[in-house]
């Protein structure tokens, strides 16, 4: 160890300086949203360098070093618990596109290590991967590390993204930290001891999936990273990271926010960490451009930031603590990254909006949690409708839910909670697919607040002469639009239903003396303001006009036969199913509906008949269908049910469609249950814990979806050459008989692939410890060649079988490894591997049986002749 601590910035420079002096290209760090689509943030050093790493792009330096931000919260949980988990931290790493390899990076690293960072050779550690014997060769026969301080890991010791990418085996180094820290005996007996505090890895494999190698990258490569607080907890002394200088300051921030001091009580401790950890990650966040949101990115900093907020509540912090922790943050972090200082005053400002945002409903909710919670015993299980209601109304993510329940000893219902988040999102996909019309942008508010709530004058007619009051065009307020603009267009009352309770928008035209806008679609940006989308057909149109709203009456008459056919259903399925049953969610459009349900299970083919027939019987009885404005609370004290989705005022509209069904709605209705026409359900499905949906047409819709059944069984029919009411019996009858044949061509098929691998068997010869078969069987498909070299295998007794085949052109490779030779240490990858290499393909890494393919089929001899070589070398022939 050097004779003084090294600060983490003095650690970041000599690094940088280091591989800077071995022609080793600086590159500033990238942005924690990445290039990227399949990654929401930058999570590893190497995540900028991948399109060079994979040979897509070429690498404009042969070698790199950086010091690169970086995000992950798959440990989240466990931050502020340990010495060295953090959900932001810096990564610093040295990168080789395809110039030097292990033989360089291992010896740089201990060069660094040992002589830059001073640490003491004899406190060092080191590992690689069981298979790695080339790593460990140069660590004890270049280097001179003792061999008895290189262990071997599997899993542990082989790198890969989590997503397809580059991978590769790789060699940690680690520090020891000293008995008082935990138990001897190297990193393979404990990581708190030994500290890891720099990976090598050696990019040479392409994965698909998590440790399924499916190739060689074009080139090997290197990719190290270090994390730059845990060299900072070894060069400056200190048992964990939050006491480095370049966490302290933020913590003592937290400090100085909160009121409490580091080591009043453990429980303190944990959220005076998580405040230091948490205020630098939502720093670096802001400062790159994420917001907070409820999806992909934004929802990663809001659970971050909201966390934080909550731990600093328990703490009883009174006032903002952000400002706090992105000050302290700033001040450590800007000289490495000076766009923290010049962008401060968005990142507190963005901070602190969210965190009082939060402020105002923590309190309420963490209430309504703590008498949710209050009496369940150790294990209990908090229902997912109760996490939504927190997550919805109070602004809590389900994993701070999760947290304060696990607190406790409890779960929580993510199932039911994800159910309902979904049902969510199918209620304001349309709001969100559209810029601008989340509820509270400023140009809708501005036409609101200029002109008030737009009137839905619908319900008894469909055409209206109304004055255009404003235009939207491209994002901006016009005062006259040309034709072929798309545009927004927003008059002093309208006959178009906006999209709302589940009910979509109206379409049709509105036309002045200038022009007509065609409309294709209705929504209510702003509660009470209705836009009407669609394009200038012809003309201009201008504000101050008067237009004659015309709303496409076929369509309208299809979607309100929808609607009420939803009512009809709801009734029919609470009297069928249980009053249990609660309306979940719905999609009503033109002839058709889909409508979601609580209920526990999946409803059989009586009840969905029994349900299907009860609306039928309603719609058949011809009851009249009447709407009517109450008052709420008389609406409740008569029973109207209400979807927990809806906002209701004081006064509420309800639907009453004869005696049996009574509803809070705002949407559009037939007058009598028989417009509605048949309805004809169509699907039942679960769409989350105990939610399920119904899908049915209705009207001329369904009438068209049984004419098609009735051709088909007409169809269907003639082929069978029956009656089409013996299509049933007929169609079984062809189904048993089909099953019977295919029994025996599996049979046959059997008996013959046992006889091809007694044959193929039977051709073996003895190398070394055991038998070998190198063989090719033409016209095999993958399952079945796989099929038959376990079958050749089982008839070797100990030994090796190769099976390769040539269909369309392509190779097809196995190789088997009896289980004594593998417990030997013969790898049937190691076999086959090279072989695969050869038709162009890759193999998979099992040890027992790893299969291979390869478009170059023409090339299946020399494949087969490599994999003998390799099969006949691990024998010991």
């Known amino acids: 160890m050097s004779s003084h601590p090294i600060g983490g910035a003095e650690i970041r420079k000599a690094y940088l300086e280091f591989f800077a002096a071995r022609a080793h290209t600086v590159v500033p760090s990238a942005s924690l949203i990445p290039v990227d689509p399949t990654l929401l943030l930058t999570v590893a050093g190497m995540v900028p360098f991948k399109p060079y790493l994979l040979g897509d792009e070429p690498a404009p330096y042969p070698r790199a070093t950086t010091s690169q931000k970086c995000i992950r919260t798959v440990d989240i949980d466990i931050v502020g618990t340990t010495a060295r988990h953090l959900s932001f931290f810096e990564m610093l790493g040295n990168f080789s596109f395809g110039d030097y390899f292990k033989e360089r990076a291992i010896p740089w690293a201990y060069e660094f290590s040992t002589e830059v960072l001073g640490f003491d050779p004899e406190r060092l550690w080191f590992t690689v991967?069981?298979?790695d014997d080339d790593a460990a060769e140069i660590w004890i026969d270049k280097v001179g590390v003792p061999a008895n301080r290189v262990q071997r890991r599997d899993r542990d010791n082989f790198w890969q993204m989590g997503v397809a990418g580059p991978a590769g085996p790789c060699s940690e180094l680690f520090y020891d930290r000293g008995p008082e820290f935990g138990v001897d005996g190297g990193p393979v007996a404990d990581e708190e001891r030994f500290m890891e505090f720099w990976n090598l890895v050696f990019m040479q494999y392409v994965q698909d999936v998590p440790y399924h190698v499916v190739g060689d990258l074009p080139a090997k490569s290197i990719d190290t990273g270090s994390g730059l607080e845990r060299v900072a907890v070894l060069t400056q002394g200190v048992d964990n990271v939050f006491a480095t200088d370049l966490l302290h300051p933020v913590l003592a921030a937290g400090e100085a926010a909160t009121g409490v001091a580091f080591g009043t009580s453990a429980a303190g401790d944990v959220s005076l960490r998580i405040l230091a950890d948490h205020g630098r990650a939502l720093t670096f966040l802001i400062a790159d451009g994420v917001v907070p949101s409820n999806e992909g990115r934004g929802y990663i900093l809001r659970r971050l930031l909201r966390r934080a907020v909550r731990h600093a509540w328990q703490l009883g912090a009174e006032r903002p603590v952000t400002p706090y922790l992105v000050d302290a943050t700033i001040e450590v972090m800007s000289p490495g990254y000076p766009a923290l200082r010049s962008g401060r005053d968005g990142i507190v400002e963005m901070a602190e909006r969210e965190e009082l945002r939060f402020r105002r409903t923590l309190e309420s909710g963490h209430t309504l949690l703590a008498s949710e919670l209050e009496g369940m015993d150790a294990?209990?299980?908090?229902?997912?409708?109760?996490?939504?209601?927190?997550?919805d109304t109070f602004g809590f993510p389900v994993e701070l839910t999760e947290e304060i329940a696990a607190e406790r000893g409890l779960t929580v219902d993510r199932d039911g909670f994800d159910a309902e988040m979904a049902a969510q999102r199918e209620r304001g996909r349309a709001a969100r697919a559209k810029p601008g019309a989340a509820e509270g942008s400023p140009l809708y508010r501005s036409i609101l607040d200029a002109h008030g709530a737009t009137p839905f004058l619908g319900y008894e007619q469909l055409d209206l002469d109304a004055e255009v009051l404003a235009i939207i065009r491209d994002g901006e307020l016009v005062r006259e639009a040309p034709a072929g603009a798309e545009v927004e267009v927003f008059f002093a009352g309208t006959t178009f239903y906006g999209e709302s309770g589940g009910q979509i928008g109206d379409t049709g035209s509105a036309t002045t003396e200038t022009g007509t806008v065609r409309i294709t679609d209705t929504q209510l940006p702003v509660a009470g303001l209705h836009g009407h989308k669609g394009s200038i057909e012809s003309g201009k149109i201008a504000v101050g006009q008067r237009a004659m709203l015309s709303v496409d009456a076929g369509?309208?008459?299809?979607?309100?036969?929808?609607?009420?056919?939803?009512?009809?259903?709801?009734?029919?399925?609470?009297?069928?199913?249980?009053?249990?049953?609660?309306?979940?969610?719905?999609?009503v459009e033109a002839g058709r509906l889909r409508f979601d349900?609580?209920?526990?299970?999946?409803?059989?083919?009586?009840?969905?008949?029994?349900?299907?027939?009860l609306a039928n019987e309603r719609v058949i009885a011809n009851s009249a269908v009447r709407a009517y404005q109450v008052a709420r609370a008389e609406a409740e004290e008569m029973g109207a049910l209400a979807f927990f989705g809806d906002k209701y005022g004081e006064q509420v509209r309800i639907v009453e469609a004869g005696s049996y069904s009574r509803e809070l709605c705002g949407g559009t209705h037939v007058p009598t249950t028989g417009q509605i026409g048949p309805l004809i359900v169509v699907a039942e499905s679960s769409i989350g814990s105990n939610l399920r949906r119904i899908e049915?047409?209705?009207?001329?819709?369904?009438?068209?979806?049984?004419?098609?059944?009735r051709r088909q069984l007409e169809t269907a029919a003639g082929v069978l050459r029956v009656r089409p009411d013996e299509v049933g019996s007929a169609a079984a009858t062809l189904v048993a008989r089909t099953r019977a044949q295919e029994e025996r061509i599996e049979a046959f098929e059997e008996q013959s692939r046992s006889r091809l691998a007694a044959d193929i068997a039977a051709g073996a010869e003895t190398v070394g410890r055991g038998r070998l078969v190198v063989a090719e069987a033409a016209g095999f498909n993958p399952e079945a060649l796989r099929l038959l070299?376990?079958?050749?295998?089982?008839?070797?007794?100990?030994?090796?079988?190769?099976?390769?085949?040539?269909?369309?052109?392509?190779?097809?490779?196995?190789?088997?490894?009896?289980?004594?030779?593998?417990?030997?240490g013969v790898s049937a990858a190691a076999v086959v591997g090279?072989?695969?290499?050869?038709?162009?393909?890759?193999?998979?890494?099992?040890?027992?049986?790893?299969?291979?393919?390869?478009?170059h089929g023409d090339r299946?001899?020399?494949?087969?002749?490599?994999?003998?070589?390799?099969?006949?070398?691990a024998l010991g022939g």
């Open 129 to 131: 991967h069981h298979s």
């Open 379 to 391: 294990g209990g299980v908090l229902a997912g409708p109760t996490a939504f209601k927190l997550h």
């Open 555 to 587: 369509r309208r008459e299809r979607i309100r036969k929808s609607h009420t056919g939803t009512h009809i259903l709801h009734s029919a399925l609470r009297e069928i199913v249980g009053s249990h049953v609660q309306q979940a969610g719905s999609l």
């Open 597 to 613: 349900f609580s209920h526990f299970s999946a409803l059989d083919d009586d009840q969905l008949l029994a349900v299907e027939h």
């Open 696 to 709: 049915a047409f209705t009207g001329s819709s369904g009438y068209e979806y049984l004419t098609g059944l």
């Open 789 to 824: 070299a376990m079958q050749v295998r089982d008839r070797l007794g100990t030994g090796i079988a190769i099976l390769g085949s040539l269909r369309d052109s392509k190779a097809g490779l196995v190789a088997v490894v009896t289980a004594d030779l593998v417990a030997d």
């Open 834 to 855: 090279p072989a695969a290499r050869v038709v162009g393909g890759g193999a998979s890494r099992d040890t027992a049986l790893s299969q291979a393919g390869g478009p």
């Open 860 to 873: 299946l001899g020399d494949a087969l002749a490599e994999a003998r070589r390799a099969a006949a070398a």
